[in-house]
């Protein structure tokens, strides 16, 4: 059961009585009728815009002609994110990702009803992408659900194979690029994203009751789950973050060939990500590794400088075209 409502972008949406949305915005929810394509347009573009700010910066340097593209595809990894991330109840997330992945396949089938997928729909068709790297995230978004812990660093690579290096793959499909090459470059980068992203937040994964860090390195280095637990920075801990720490560098440096082999106009945004990361990596090292319950963060002069040198580079384009 559910009743009708209106989200800020005047879309219909169904509001669910089920438990399993409580967590979640109402406008997640899946409408009652599929919205027109204009207004599933405004739907991704508003979420976009005002969901991660960080995207809203990126999406400056991206071809206007690409832009609503990536708006759609970020509306479908924020919300299959936040499915798997927000809802505070592993069974009720898995429900909620069932229910989303009937959606994608409804937008391959042609019978989509949630906005995301509306717009979704003329993406895929205009791009050819595999239906594959969605379904993929979502497996992520699953694993997250009953795996909390993994043994070696080739576990953790295997689940950045569904969790990050998919987005690598839409990107590069969006920017008309489908070879094989690429994409493992491509691999290389999304996968140390992933890795800076889970040394920055050992703390905050801990707290969803998740450890990324492997648990062969915690062993090798001398480190118990209660050190982390009781946000103990030994030295023990921060030998291992250290040595996580170069090991997302040289992921870093095995994909930075990927700027070269793009468009200039990709290449930006690429280059704008990359140092992002390798910022992310910098900070942790600033603060003598001890990220347990102090979450290391680029500070706003780096992102201005980030952001300046990129839109620089943006600029020089434009004069060179």
């Known amino acids: 059961m559910s009743s009708i409502a209106s989200n800020d972008s005047g879309v219909a949406i169904a509001v669910p009585v089920s438990q399993d949305w409580k967590n979640l915005p109402p406008e997640y929810a899946i409408p009652a009728q599929a919205p027109t394509a204009g207004e599933a347009q405004i739907y991704c573009r508003h979420l976009a815009r005002t969901h991660y700010e960080n995207f809203s910066v990126a999406s ?187 090991r997302a560098r040289d992921w870093f440096a095995r994909g930075l060939p990927l700027i070269e082999k793009v468009d200039r106009e990709l290449a930006i945004d690429l280059d704008l990500f990359s140092r992002g990361g390798l910022e992310i990596l910098n900070a942790i090292e600033a603060q003598g590794f001890n990220v347990l319950g102090h979450r290391p963060a680029i500070s706003k002069p780096r992102k201005l400088a980030l952001v300046a040198r990129a839109a620089w580079g943006k600029l020089a384009q434009g004069r060179r075209g």
């Open 60 to 246: 400056w340097f991206l071809p206007a002609r690409l832009r609503q593209d990536f708006f759609n595809v970020y509306a479908y990894c924020r919300i299959s994110d936040d499915l798997g991330d927000e809802v505070g109840n592993p069974d009720a997330s898995l429900r909620l990702l069932d229910q989303w992945e009937a959606e994608l396949d409804a937008c391959y089938a042609g019978s989509p009803r949630h906005p995301v997928f509306v717009a979704l729909a003329e993406t895929v068709r205009k791009h050819a992408i595999p239906k594959q790297a969605f379904v993929d995230l979502l497996t992520a978004f699953r694993q997250d659900q009953r795996v909390t812990r993994y043994s070696t660093f080739e576990d953790l690579i295997g689940y950045c194979r569904f969790s990050a290096n998919p987005v690598g793959h839409l990107v590069l499909y969006l920017c008309g690029y489908r070879d094989q090459e690429r994409q493992a470059l491509s691999d290389f980068t999304c996968t140390a994203l992933q890795l800076a992203n889970f040394w920055q937040d050992v703390s905050v994964d801990y707290s969803k009751r998740r450890i990324y860090l492997p648990l062969e390195d915690l062993q090798r280095f001398g480190v118990s789950e209660d050190d982390i637990a009781q946000q103990h920075n030994t030295s023990a801990f921060c030998d291992m973050m250290h040595f996580e720490v170069n």
